[in-house]
């Protein structure tokens, strides 16, 4: 089964609710000399070299952008079986200075969500680094009709941010899967669920520490 829902802000086209979670400042800025590798691209939703990943704003951001054409799950109209689920696994290796160690503290999911009356959205994720015990995935759900942005904050709450152990490379793996149910709605209607829209991206928010 997938895990339990935790903080979940939909923007439409009229409504913005606040963010009811605040998310703990990171303990130290983040370092320079960090360098950030791309091992493994797996998954219907991630062919190898259509995923962007890079390190932005002052090396405290890791930034995905998702290829739209790959990511996106349908179901209705001509869409065929598969294609109510995508998935995609990530490895990355992020090279520290030895005296730094980081974990994530935050993630900001920005998809887009077409779907018409009685069909359903889910997205389900998970990070860790390896050699860690795995966590329970995060699962996040919509329902239609919608037809608009849909926008997700995930926030570690406070002492709970997990560390990748200190002096040791550790690959972080990060899992990301969507889905579409057509549920009640007309067969014939297409409805679907992107993991991009119009400048959007996924957002991986580190919290930096010093090593002892």
Known sequence: MWGLTRTTIVMAATVALPVLTVSPAPAVAGPTGVTLKV???????????????SLLLGNETIVIDYDPDAFTAYVGGDSAPVDFRKKCGLSLLISTPAQFTFGIREVNYELYAALAQGSSGHLRTNYEFSEMPTRTPHTFDI?????HRWEISDVEETGSVAYKPCGEDRLLAINTEIRVIRGTSDPMEVSYLSMTTVDARTWYRLAWKTCP
Do not use: D, Y
């Open 143 to 147: 329902r239609g009709p919608f037809s």
């Open 39 to 53: 091992v493994a691209e797996n998954g219907s939703g991630c062919p190898p070299k259509r995923t962007n990943v």
